[in-house]
């Protein structure tokens, strides 16, 4: 996926932090969503649409992990 995106575009995600790459609308949506591309630091460039009312991005494969795996727990010493 890496290889595919420009150089220019990049540069404009080291910059802004995020780039705004087009609308997609998907089945059972009303009306379509921006598209942003950004960087995550665990697995690099992904695409996702902002989420809530302050448009957060947030990389969908760390929402997936996040998931999958069980809530961090500390077990203490009786
Ligand atoms: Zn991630």
Redesign the pocket.
């Known amino acids: 996926m890496d290889n595919r995106i420009k150089l220019l575009d990049r540069l404009k995600i080291q910059l802004q932090g995020y780039l705004y790459i087009g609308n997609e609308k998907k089945e059972g949506w009303k009306k379509s969503a921006p598209v942003y591309m950004f960087k ?5 460039y ?1 695409k996702s649409i902002a989420r809530g009312y302050n448009g957060r991005l ?6 997936a ?1 996040l998931k999958n795996s069980p809530p961090l727990t500390i077990e203490f010493e009786k």
Not at 40 to 44: A, E, S
């Open positions: 995550c630091p665990i697995h690099g992904v947030e990389c969908p494969f760390c929402v992990d």
